[in-house]
């Protein structure tokens, strides 16, 4: 190759990367894809956004089984905010682990306290000692709080989605049995007469984030462990 023909050559790619637009810049950024049956998928079928198109492939966040009736937040476009996860931050923050800690609060033992800032659940024991598990909480605009009580628990539950979800999303399965690929996860305990449950997730990495539409998220594994410490009546506070 000639030094003029390499020359121009360049100048040629410094060219057309100079006349690169940011959003095209923006939207060349690595996404998450739904590429096999796991928790990424269950995320993208219970997803807002549209079918068809470059947004059917992307992994999405979106509102968990425990919607109200509220629409998700937009971006400045109208379109349906996504949230691309890197693989590298799919790692489960330790801190997270179910473990024993020290426990002030005025809660008797037997009773489940929600810390929806800090993303923990507490299974007080008594004697100033809790287990301490790492939650998913809902999503700004979907967090709430107050005083509920276990109603109900069911092992792979199944999931019919609410009236309002179908409303906006008539594609969605009217029912899904319980399984590896249910957004319920390996157990659920229904709190009150609400929508919301406390339920497992195959995505450890939501874990400490806010994630849901008021549903309370936790890992299979911590779920299970959960379970088997309370029954139906027991007292859920949620701060």
Not at 2 to 19: E, M, N, P, V, Y
Not at 25 to 42: C, D, K, L, T
Not at 101 to 129: C, H, M, R, S, W
Request: net charge positive; charged share 20%; hydrophobic share 35%.
């Amino acid at each position: 190759m000639s030094k003029q023909f390499a020359s121009a050559l360049l100048a040629s790619a410094s060219i057309l990367c100079a006349t690169i637009s940011p959003a095209v810049a923006q939207s060349a950024q690595p996404v998450r894809m739904a590429s096999n049956m796991g928790g990424g998928f269950i995320e993208f079928l219970f997803g807002d956004a549209p079918r068809g198109g470059r947004y059917e492939q992307m992994y999405q966040q979106q509102p968990d089984v425990g919607f109200d009736g509220r629409r998700m937040p937009i971006d400045p476009q109208g379109m349906y905010r996504q949230e691309a996860i890197d693989p590298s931050q799919r790692s489960f923050d330790p801190k997270y682990n179910k473990q024993v800690v020290e426990y002030y609060g005025k809660e008797g033992a037997g009773t489940i306290v929600i810390d929806t800032p800090n993303k923990f659940l507490y299974l007080v024991q008594g004697d100033g000692k809790a287990l301490r598990y790492g939650v998913g909480v809902g999503r700004p605009g979907f967090t709430w709080s107050g005083t509920k009580t276990i109603s109900a628990k069911k092992e792979w539950p199944a999931w019919t989605p609410p009236p309002e979800m179908l409303a906006r999303r008539p594609d969605l399965p009217r029912h899904m049995e319980g399984g590896p690929e249910n957004p319920l996860g390996a157990r659920a305990m229904y709190l009150g007469s609400s929508l919301y449950r406390i339920h497992g997730s195959n995505e450890p990495w939501t874990i400490g984030t806010n994630v849901s539409s008021g549903c309370i998220r936790m890992r299979n594994e911590d779920v299970i462990d959960l379970y088997g410490r309370v029954g139906v009546g027991t007292r859920v506070v949620v701060i």
